[in-house]
C-alpha cells in the first residue's frame, strides 16, 4: 500500500506542507506525521463540503466534524484535533480558541444543555453546536458579569462581534443560538427580561442558492463502487435510498425490518422533531433493500433494517451512514458527495420527473413550504411562464 499522502482539496490545502514541516521541526517521528496530516486533509474536505470557510471553523464546527468521524478506522476524538488546530491558529487561519466559559456560568450552561435536550427534545449533535456558540458568547462577555445583569448594549456587542468574523449563514446561526438561549434566562427566572426580542435579524437571502444536485453520472459512480466495497449490497441499498427518496442519514440509521408494508409498498419514516411518516415504497428501491436483505444481512437479534459491517452487527449509526456516500466518493476518485446534495438530489430529480413543488416537499417531508420553494429555481417548465420575449428594436 503506498503511504504517499492523498492530494488536499478544500481551504486548508494551503497549509497542508507546512503544518507537515511544523510537525517535523517539532520532533514528532514520521509516522505521527502521516495521520496528523491525514486529519488535515479530512477537514478540509468535510469544510468544503459543509460550505464551511475557515473563518468560520469555530470549536463548535470543529466538534460537529469530529462527531462525524466515529465509525470503525475514522474515529477522531477532540484532543487528537489539537495541534493541527493550534497551527492553524498561529497562521491566522481559524478563529482563535475561545476563552473558557467562567466557573460562576458553568452550571447554568450545563442546565441549557439539559434544556436543549430534554425541554426542546433536540438532537445531541444539535445541542452541542447551540451550547458551544453560547459557550463562545459567555467567553465574550465582560470578566464577572452577572447573566442577570446583561443589556441590551451587551447583546449587541455580542451581535457585532460575530456579524465581522463570520459569514452570512454562520451569523444567522450564531444569532438563532443567541436568542434560544436569551429565552431560556428569561423563561428559567435567571433573567427579568426577553433579550432575545433585541437580537436583528441577518440580512441575506435565505434561498439565494440553488439546490446542490449531482449529476446522474455521479450517482451512477457512486453505486458502482459501493456495489465492489466491503458491504456493497446494504451500501448500494443505502445510496439508493438517499438518491430516490432523500432520507436523511438519522432517518435511514433509525429505519427497522418492521418500518416497510410490503403489501401495501410504504416505508414508516422516523423523522425529524419525533414525527413518523409513511412514503411510498418504489419498486427500485424496494428491490434493492430485498438483495439485501436475502443475500447479505444475515440473520441478528436487532430488528435494525440496515447493520454495521464489522461485529458486533448491530444497528448503523447516524455517523456510519454519513459515511457511506463519503467512502464512495473517495474510492470514485470523486470530490465528496454528502447525504444532504443527495438529498437534493431526489428533490430535483422529482421535479423534473413531473412532480410538483407540493408533492417534493411532501416526500422531504418540509415542514415550512418556504425550504421547498428553492426548488422552483430548478423547475424550468414553471419558470418559462415567469419569461417575457425579449422585446425587438422597433424599426
Known amino acids: 500500500m503506498s503511504s504517499r499522502p492523498s492530494p488536499v482539496v478544500g481551504p486548508l490545502a494551503a497549509y497542508a506542507d507546512g503544518f507537515r514541516r511544523a510537525l517535523a521541526a ?47 478506522g475514522q474515529r477522531v476524538e477532540l484532543q487528537a484535533l489539537r495541534p493541527l488546530l493550534a497551527y492553524l491558529r498561529a497562521q491566522a487561519a481559524i478563529p482563535p480558541a475561545p476563552a473558557p466559559v467562567p466557573a460562576a456560568h458553568a452550571e447554568m450552561v ?30 465574550g462577555l465582560p470578566v464577572g458579569l452577572p447573566l442577570a445583569e446583561l443589556t441590551v448594549e451587551h447583546v449587541h456587542s455580542l451581535v457585532l462581534t460575530e456579524a465581522e468574523r463570520l459569514s452570512v449563514g454562520a451569523t444567522r446561526a450564531t444569532l438563532s443560538a443567541l436568542r434560544v438561549f436569551l429565552r431560556f434566562l428569561f423563561a428559567t427566572g435567571r433573567h427579568p427580561v426577553n433579550l432575545a426580542v433585541v437580537v436583528p435579524p441577518v ?27 466491503p458491504a456493497a449490497r446494504r451500501d ?18 433509525a429505519l427497522q425490518l418492521d418500518d416497510i408494508d410490503w403489501r401495501a409498498g410504504e416505508l414508516v419514516v ?45 444497528a448503523m449509526s447516524r455517523n456510519a451512514v454519513v459515511m457511506v456516500s463519503r467512502t464512495a466518493s473517495r ?61 425587438e428594436a422597433i424599426r
Open 203 to 229: 440580512a441575506g437571502a435565505r434561498l439565494s442558492g440553488l439546490p446542490r444536485a449531482v449529476t446522474p453520472a455521479t450517482v451512477a459512480a457512486l453505486l458502482a463502487v459501493a456495489g465492489t466495497g
Open 270 to 314: 422516523h423523522g425529524k422533531g419525533g414525527h413518523d411518516e409513511r412514503l411510498p415504497l418504489p419498486a427500485d428501491v424496494g428491490a434493492v433493500i430485498v438483495d439485501y436483505l436475502v443475500h447479505e444481512r444475515g440473520r441478528s437479534p436487532s430488528r435494525a433494517l440496515f447493520l454495521r459491517a464489522a461485529l458486533p452487527r448491530g
Open 110 to 139: 450545563d442546565a441549557f444543555a439539559r434544556y436543549l435536550a430534554v425541554e426542546r427534545g433536540l438532537a445531541p449533535l444539535t445541542v452541542t453546536g447551540t451550547v458551544g456558540v453560547v459557550r463562545r458568547l459567555l467567553a
Open 331 to 391: 474510492r470514485a476518485g470523486l470530490p465528496v458527495v454528502g447525504g444532504h446534495r443527495l438529498r437534493h438530489t431526489a428533490g430535483t430529480g422529482m421535479l423534473r420527473a413531473g412532480a410538483s413543488l407540493r408533492e417534493v416537499g411532501q416526500v422531504l417531508r418540509h415542514r415550512d413550504e418556504a425550504t421547498t420553494a428553492i426548488y422552483a429555481k430548478v423547475d424550468q417548465s414553471a419558470l418559462v411562464l415567469l419569461a417575457r420575449p425579449w422585446p
Open 26 to 72: 517539532a520532533g514528532y517521528a514520521a509516522r505521527t506525521v502521516g495521520p496528523y496530516g491525514r486529519l488535515l486533509t479530512a477537514l478540509s474536505g468535510w469544510l468544503a463540503e459543509n460550505g464551511v470557510a475557515p473563518a468560520d471553523c469555530t470549536e463548535e464546527v470543529v466538534a460537529r466534524f469530529a462527531a462525524t468521524r466515529q465509525s470503525p
Open 236 to 253: 448500494v441499498a443505502i445510496l439508493t435510498v438517499q438518491v430516490r427518496l432523500g432520507l436523511r442519514s438519522q432517518e435511514i440509521a
